[in-house]
């Protein structure tokens, strides 16, 4: 393993420096002005975006960072949520494009949590919808906005305990959109229909038991209520129209392409579609003509475009353009056009800071206990010779997320010091059909612990790990499974590094945000005190006694997610047992904006790392 630098001139520390174009978006009625986040300040940070210039200016200036929000459809306005420290409880508030205070739109609302990008706003600037998740359960209101962009009355839409809302608000307010999992009491959804001004139910869309139907884009065109949503009834999401009011839908099965096929948008005149084909977990883009049915690849620049789930790839620009977020192993986020009809590189539209070079990531494939093919993305070090070397097994958070090749200092950092890094996308993860996805539910830990032994025994087998000197880690879902497997398979791994983790599953219920419970009893088919046995079998507290190898937890005070008592009850029972643990706190929530707090969490890392391995060098 390479000598641990810390000086400011070293590669790994001007990666998490650099600043980069998380993501953008453009005001549906008027694309001059649009809104970025991007942590140029040295935090995420909102910025109001004058986009023929390319001038950005800063709207938010947190101290734990801003990575979420709307800009108003008419540019005049930007909201999000502001919490307290992180913590991602709060309220929404309303800043104008030219800067300016935070108004707070729902001044007589308790605090409350936030899936989304909420509120969603109709094109016409009238109708609003607002969802979020407090003590008693999801809410989605529909409200009228005045000329100030304020809410008025609000009117109750959509109420659930189980995880529910992200809504889709038609051009000119007839219809909200709304997810609902009532019906499958999991992470699975029907499609529902309201009227915001009455709060009637209209329709609902659902394709059966074990499926699920999410909305992604409306009609671009005035006075059409269409949706376009995605199904998953085939095993694979597919694209769907769906129109509530007359109950016609049009499926697009797309059989000649392989793998996850959603749309990410609709073009002005309403004939064009923009879908996103995930396969392997690569990202290609088409368009698709529905007057013609014409389909057409891109000839997009190699890397990834956006991350599914959580950064659209592209969508339809100004001046006949895509604006794609791309990025790469070696490159960070940045804006780029390409040509609306080809895909063709035009330029970037907003670059990120320079970064020194790294190393590439390589696509590889294995089987699972069961024989399920699992992806996963290895890095090795450059100055990799054929023999073993120290390797990190790198395990995503969500659970329902996927690693897609994108720029990561935190990986470049590893390979820099000498590690190889195997980043894999276990059960659980999306994009590989819909059985791939729900296989964990009802008893988190155990299908993604197969995958990782699996992904451990193809790391010894093609002689790219020592089996001695072999790590896991992983934030959030990510941190729980490195947790878990120290504990249940605690011979296999020479340590262990998680961030803002989960221990102890019935602890964490009782103290996380309203909007991770609903996630939480999706995942486990109840609550702790309906389904306390599988709670107890899936959490690492249950399996402190047999961990063996050394822990580093890096973990948030202010974190409502994976909160800091299930934590404190983890290492006191290590402690307790006199086991090696060693748990840092640092003062914010799950997100974390900063790059400096990042460097320092890395900082961390290699140091723990790097004692790890020279006690079983000693």
């Known amino acids: 393993m390479e000598q641990i ?11 998490y420096q650099a600043f980069n174009i998380l993501r953008t978006t453009l005001a549906a009625a008027n694309p001059d002005r649009g809104l970025a986040i991007t942590n140029r300040s040295g935090r995420y940070q909102l910025y109001a975006w004058d986009v023929p210039s390319g001038d950005l200016r800063q709207l938010t200036d947190s101290p734990t960072g801003v990575s979420g929000g709307v800009i108003s459809p008419d540019g005049r306005f930007v909201y999000y949520l502001k919490d307290k420290q992180g913590n991602e409880i709060g309220h929404f508030v309303q800043v104008p494009f030219e800067g300016g205070d ?34 008693s359960g999801f809410h989605v209101y529909g409200t009228n906005l005045d000329d100030t962009g304020k809410p008025g009355q609000l009117v109750t839409l959509f109420e659930s305990k189980r995880i529910g809302g992200m ?6 307010g007839e219809i909200v959109y709304v997810h609902s999992s009532d019906r499958s009491n999991t992470s699975q959804y029907s499609l529902l229909a309201f009227n915001p001004r009455t709060g009637e139910k209209l329709a609902e869309l659902w394709d059966g038991a074990g499926t699920s139907v999410e909305a992604e884009v409306v009609s671009p065109l005035d006075g059409d209520v269409r949706v376009l949503a995605s199904t998953d009834k085939s095993g694979l999401n597919r694209p769907v129209i769906w129109n ?30 923009l879908l996103s084909q995930v396969a392997g977990a690569r990202i290609q883009l088409y368009l698709y003509e529905l007057s013609s049915e014409k389909l057409t690849r891109l000839d997009q620049p190699g890397g990834s475009l956006g991350q599914p789930g959580y950064i659209s790839p592209a969508y339809f620009g100004t001046e006949g353009r895509l604006f794609a977020h791309w990025q790469d192993a070696t490159h960070p986020p940045q804006l780029l056009a390409l040509d609306a009809q080809t895909g063709h590189q035009l330029g970037t539209l907003l670059e990120p800071g320079p970064v020194p070079p790294g190393q590439p990531w390589e696509s590889v494939t294995f089987p699972s206990s069961d024989g399920e093919p699992v992806q996963a993305w290895l890095s090795k070090p450059a100055n990799f010779s054929g023999n073993p070397v120290p390797t990190v097994l790198h395990i995503h958070g969500g659970p329902h997320g996927v690693t897609v090749e994108i720029f990561s200092p935190a990986i470049q950092a590893f390979l820099d010091h000498g590690f190889a890094v195997l980043s894999i996308n276990y059960r659980g993860s999306t994009t590989f059909g819909s059985e791939f996805a729900h296989k964990i539910a009802g008893k988190p830990g155990y299908w993604e612990l197969e995958d990782m032994l699996a992904a451990r025994k193809f790391l010894v087998e093609n002689g790219i790990a020592d089996p001695k000197r072999i790590f896991l880690n992983g934030g959030s879902y990510g941190g729980y499974l490195t947790l878990l497997g120290l504990g249940k398979t605690p011979d296999l791994w020479a340590g262990g590094m998680a ?12 103290d996380e945000a309203p909007t991770l419970k609903g996630a939480h009893v999706s995942l486990f088919g109840g609550r702790p005190d309906e389904t306390p046995e599988q709670h107890i079998i899936s959490s690492p507290i249950t399996y402190a006694e047999h961990v063996i190898a050394p822990v580093l937890i890096i973990q948030g005070r202010n974190d409502t997610r994976t909160p800091a008592r299930q934590l404190e009850l983890y290492e006191m029972k290590m402690r307790g047992l006199g086991k090696p643990v060693e748990l840092h706190w640092f003062e914010a929530g799950h997100v974390i ?3 400096e707090l990042g460097l320092q969490h890395m900082e961390l890392m290699l140091d723990f790392a790097g004692r790890v391995l020279q006690e079983i060098k000693d």
């Not at 630098?5 to 990666?15: G, M, T």
């Not at 729902?106 to 899936?115: D, K, N, R």
């Not at 016609?248 to 797309?254: G, V």
């Open 244 to 273: 509530p009011l007359t109950g016609e839908r049009t499926d697009l099965a797309l059989a000649e392409l392989e793998g996850e096929v959603t749309a990410v948008d609709w073009s002005e005149d309403g004939n064009t579609l």
């Open 167 to 172: 809504p889709l608000i038609t051009n000119q």
């Open 102 to 135: 935070p108004v707070d739109i729902t001044p007589t609302l308790s605090p409350y949590a936030s899936l989304g990008t909420s509120p969603t706003i109709s094109r016409d600037g009238q109708v609003a919808a607002l969802s979020f998740a407090d003590q």
């Open 499 to 510: 961030l803002v983790a989960i221990a102890d599953w019935t602890e964490m219920y009782a």
């Open 593 to 595: 904006g900063g790059s």
């Open 5 to 15: 630098q810390l000086e400011n001139s070293v590669a790994w520390r001007q990666r």
